[in-house]
C-alpha cells in the first residue's frame, strides 16, 4: 500500500494521531530539504515516498553495521587492551559543559553497576530530534515517558532549562539513566544527511566516478571515516546510483537496533540468551528494535558475570554492543534512464583525520541542532577538542 | 618507493609460506601431563622443523619441472630430485606456552581463551547432542584440547607413514600423549570433496627472500596496470600483494587505509619471542556430501520455481553458491574464456585494470560486479574476500586486512557417486582447514563471525550457505540465501541442511625456529 505519510521511529506510540502528523512533516521537510540541497540533477535521486506511491513495491534494503565504536578499535587494538577499549567506551565525556559518552554508531549504552559488579545495561538508538519534538509538542507527555521507561523518580524540572529549554544532557540521560542519543554526531538529521549526500557521484581526477569510500567521503562531506556507520551507509547509497537507481530512507525512518547476536553469548544452563535481552521500545520482530535491556532473568541465581561472550565474563555493556547489529532501512527504485553528469569533488578533508588522540576524533558539529536548518554536508567534519 | 622487508626465511616455519602443500600430511595433537619431557622432545624436534627457505627450494624445483613437464598439482610431486621427504611444523597452545611465554596470548584474545571458549562466537552448535557442539568434538574441548600441535607432511604416501610411526615412537618415548591424529590427503585437481577445486586464491605476500633484495617471494610480472596508487597493486593479474605483517610476526602489516602504503607494528607485537612466528586455526570440518549432494537439488529447485530464475542450470547455481564452478573459473567471468592462471583476476566493486606482463602479454580488463548478479554477495568467495568491496567493518582497504593464508587439506576417501551403496560412503571425509594469520580475532574470526555466519553483512544477501552456520538460538539453524538477476529481481532459497560440520580443533602459536630454542630453555630453567 501506498506510503500516506511518515510514521514515528519504529511506529512508537508515544502521540496522539495529531503529532504523530506533525512529526511525519517534519520529516517531509527534511528530506525535501536535503533534495534541496542536491546539485539539482540528484534530486531525483534521492526521492520522497509520498511521492513515489510505486515504491511501496520495491523491496527494503537493510544496511548494517556494528553497534561498538570502530574508533575504540583503533585507538586500543591490541588484545591486552581489551579491557581498556572497553572502559573508554563506557566514560562520560565533557564537551562544552555537556555530557556524553564517546559512543557513536548510533548506540549508546548505560551499564548500571551494584556493588560494582554490572546488574544491567540499557541500549538507546533513539535519534534525539523525537525527543526534542516531543518536548517541543507536550511537555507532559515527555514527563510521562521519562517516568515509564527510566525512573518514576523523574520530575519535568530535572528534564528543562532554568530557561525552560529541553536539556537532552539532563541526569536521566547522562549519570542516571539514558533515554535517548545524545553524543552529538547521533542524529537523525545525520543519517538522513548522510543517504542523500552519498547519492552524488564524484569525479577527482584519479576516478570517475570515485568509488573509494575514503574519496567518497571527503569528495562529498558526508560522514566520519573512522566509524563503521558513515562508510557503510554512504558506500552503500552510492553503488545503488551508479547502477542508475534513486535511493530513500524507507519509512518509518530510524536507526534501529536490528539484533543481537546469541551466537557467541553463553548464558547458564536452562537459560537462553532471550531471557536476559528485553525489548521495550520499538518491534524485535521487524528488526526495529529502538530500546532494550540486558538483565538477568527473574528468579536467577547468578550473575552477569556468569554469562561468557567470546568466553570471557560479561562486566561490561561494551560487550553486548560488540554483539549488536546495527541497521537503517533503505530503498531503491528506478525511476531515471540516465545517470547525471559526475560532480567535481569537494575539499572535506584537507588532510587525513588523526585517530590516535580522542580530542581529534570529535569530528562533529559544535551542538545539536534541532531547527528545521539542514545539516549542510561537511558540517560533521569540523574538528573540536574534548576534553575529559 | 617503498622498501620490501626481507623476510627471513631461516627462521620462518615452512607450513607458513609457502605451505607444504605436500600430497600427503599427517597431523597429531599431543597433551602434557605430569611426566612429559618436554625439553628432550623439543630438542628432538627443533633441528627437524621444515623452514621456510627448505619449504621454497623444494617449491622453486617442483614448479620449474612442473611447467617443463606440462603437469599441475600433486602429480609434480613425482617430478623432483628430492623423494621421500619428511617435514615437519610445530605449534603451541596457549595452556601450554602461556606458562612459560606470554607474548602471543597478550596479543591475541581469541588464542589465549582457545578455540573452545571460542566455539560459540564462531556460531558451533549450542544443542550438546550436535554433533558440532564442542563437547562432541575428536579434540579441542576443554578436556581433550593439545597442547602441541604437529604437521607433517611427504611427497609419499609409504614414506610419510614410516616416518610417522618414528615420530610417535619418539612422542611415546618423552610421555606425550596424542589426544588426535589424522592424516591428510590432496584430492585429484585439488577439489575438495563437494567437487570444487580449492586453495585458487591466497594472498600474495610482499618481500624479499635474500638479503641482496634481488628476488621477491612473489616473481612480479606487471609491467602495466599498476598506475593507480589509490588502487591495489598486483603482482600478477588477480595476484594482489599484501605485506607480511598480517600472516608473520615482526614486519610491516596491511594499512586498513591504503592497498599499497605499510602499517607499523604495533609495540606489542614488537617481541622477539613473536618475531617470524604466526597464529595456526586449525578445524577438523567434516563435510556431509551425500546432504550436500541431495539437498542443493532442493534448493536449485527452490529457485527455478520462481519465473525468473527458471533458465538457470545446477551447476551455475552451484557455482553461485561457491562463487566458482567446479574447475575453479569464477562465476563472475561468466563465458568469457579465461586462462586458468587468471582465474583470480576480477574484482566486485571497479573494474579490474588492464594489464601488460613481462612476457609481452596482455591481460584485459574484467567487469566487476557491485551489486551480485553474476557472484552473489552471499557466494563463499565473496564472504571470505570481498576484494575491493567496502563493507560494514571497514573501506575496501581494510578488507585486505582480514585476509588468511589458507594450507587446509582433505582428509576421508572421496564420496563414490556412482556406486551409492560403497561402503566407503559410510565413512567420514571433510577439510583439515588450517590458516595462518597475526591475529585470530580480527582475521580468521571476522571472516566466520561477522561475515559468513551472517545474514546482512557485508551485504543484506544471506549467508554463507555452503559453510556458514546460524548458531542464533531458536531458529534451529536455517541458513537463507538471495539471488538476483540482470534485472534485480531477486529470490530468497532456504537451507535447513548443515554440509559442513566442526568436529575439532584448535589454536596454536607456531614460533620462529629461534623462539622455539628460546622455549627449550625456559622450560629448561622451569625443570630446574
Redesign the interface.
Known sequence: MPLQQFNTPGFADDLPADLKNKWGNLIVAWIEKERNNLPAPYAKFFFNELQHPEAADADVLPITWEGFPRHWLLEYPDAEQTQQRWEASEKLYTFKGNKFRYQDEYLEWLSFRKDGKLDRVIFTCEGPEYWQFIADQDEDILLSLYQKYVSTQVQKADLFTDAGKYNPYNKWNTTLGIMHLIQPNNTLRAEINLAAGAVVLRKNGIADPVTDTHDLICCSGFGAEERFSDPSIGAAVNALVRQGLSVTLNDPIGLYIKKIKSAGIEVPDGYQVKDFWKVTRGDKDKGMILRAEFSLPAGANFSLEDVRIGGEPLRYGAQLAEMIEMVIYGKALKLENALPQTEECGNYCNEKPAISKLKDFAMISASIQFSNSSAQPGSRMIKYDFEE | MITEPVLEIDEIQGNIIPGFRMPFQYFAGCQLGTQSNLNGFLNYLLPKITTMREALTYKDERVTRAKQAGIRGKESFSLTVEQDLFWINIGFGNKLLGKFKPDA??????????LA??S????DP?DTTNEGNKKNWKFGNEQNGADIFLITGSDNEAALLKKVAELKAKIKEFALTIVYEETGERLEEDREHFGFKDGISQPSVRGFVDKEQKTFLIDRLVVEGNE?L?SPEFAAPGKMLIWPGQFIFGYAKQSP?SYREPAPI?E??KSNFLKNGSFLVFRRLRQDVATFNTYSKTMFQQLTDTPDFQGEDYETFLAKVVGRFKDGKPVILGDQVVAPENYNNFNF??DTPAFKLRNGKQIASVKAD??GMKCPAFAHIRKVNPRDL????????DSATFRIMRRGIPFGKPYDFDNPDNPVNETERGLLFLSYQTSI?RQFERLT??WM??P??P??MGYDILVG??????ENGIKWCKFMDDNRK?KEIKSEKTFVIPTGGGYFFCPSVSAVRELISKVNIAVK
Open positions: 596470548q597478550e596479543v591475541d584474545l581469541a588464542y589465549k581463551l582457545g571458549a571460542r560459540s562466537l564462531l556460531g549450542s593507480n589509490s587505509d604495533s606489542t607485537e566493486n571497479a557491485q551489486p567496502p563493507t560494514d567493518l571497514g573501506k575496501e582497504t580475532e563471525q561477522k555466519n551472517e546482512s553483512r551485504t543484506a552456520q546460524n548458531g542464533e538460538e531458536d531477486t
